[in-house]
């Protein structure tokens, strides 16, 4: 599929399904034995959604041979494990970001494209948190209804705001409540790659220009060392159709030469700390697979920021 200005979606083609993917990943490691996440909606979420290999994932309805080797091939489990791993060490790190803001005093919070994750409903906010989700309207719709329907109550003051990340979002943003004067918690989680460069940059104008002093974000990026972005997006989809999944996750991507975010939230007033994603599954208690196929995601860079 190729991405276009003016594309949309909903969370079952193109970047939407992405979303019901890295829920389904957020299923499975939550229900592991020794699970780094707790994530109980990610599953029904998924079901909600309806895409039937996603379904059947979260579900143990795959047969044990969709995830056996054959000759010389990559192993299958293996790749699922490390798919699972990496959305757990993602969002551990994220869960962990807006902890340590709420026990900081940062009661306002950004959650941007949001999709299918449900931190408003299984993170333990202070008293007093807003917490805002930005994504595009079907998506915003379709988790509202579904977390609807299954009864639960965010833990935090919840504002949606559906809108795509290429319009005019921080005006929609201020419209749902917005205080730009109070510090705010920012997250642009598994969300970079999706924009065209120059959106990046835009992204993180708009993120500074509406951050007060004591502000924070987290996010992350792919070093332009390594495959291109058109690369990465078919060894996703490949990885993905290894699996068994008929979904076709290639071309969500966007090439051409992107701002380092170190960089570029440093030279706009930001305080800037960042981790190597193997230094995450270090910390976190799992083993990054010693594979030459997966060594570019070695170094994918987490980031946390202060504005000063």
């Known amino acids: 599929m190729t991405r276009t200005d003016q594309d949309s979606w909903d969370l079952a083609a193109s970047v939407g399904a992405t979303a019901t993917m890295v829920a389904a990943a957020r299923a499975l490691a939550s229900a592991e034995s020794d699970p780094i996440i707790s994530d109980p909606f990610a599953a029904p979420l998924v079901r909600a959604v309806g895409l039937d290999f996603f379904t059947r994932l979260v579900d143990g309805d795959l047969p044990t041979s969709a995830f056996a080797s054959e000759d010389d091939s990559p192993d299958t489990g293996t790749t699922l494990q490390f798919e699972t791993d990496s959305i757990a060490v993602r969002t551990r790190f994220f869960d962990e970001f807006f902890r340590a803001a709420g026990r900081d005093g940062i009661r306002q919070s950004v959650i941007l494209a949001a999709g299918l994750d449900a931190r408003p409903y299984r993170l333990s906010w202070p008293r007093g948190s807003v917490v805002y989700e930005v994504d595009q309207p079907k998506v915003i719709a379709f988790k509202s209804a579904a977390m609807s329907a299954l009864g639960v109550a ?155």
């Open 154 to 308: 965010p833990a935090a003051h919840r504002r949606t705001v559906s809108i795509d990340l290429r319009e005019d979002w921080p005006a929609a943003l201020r419209r749902s409540g917005f205080g730009a004067t109070k510090p705010s918690a920012w997250s642009a989680e598994g969300l970079l790659m999706y924009l065209p460069p120059d959106a990046q940059d835009r992204l993180f104008d708009n993120i500074t220009a509406l951050s007060a002093p004591g502000s924070r974000l987290a996010t992350e990026f792919h070093p332009e060392s390594g495959p291109t972005m058109t690369q990465r997006a078919q060894l996703f989809n490949q990885r993905w159709a290894d699996l068994g999944c008929d979904i076709d996750l290639s071309g969500l991507f966007y090439d051409g030469k992107r701002s380092n975010v170190v960089d570029y939230l440093t030279d706009r007033g930001w305080q800037v700390t960042s981790q190597k994603r193997r230094d995450l599954f270090a910390n976190y208690g799992r083993d990054f697979p010693d594979d030459d196929a997966l060594a570019h995601f070695r170094n994918i860079v987490a980031i946390t920021a202060t504005r000063v």
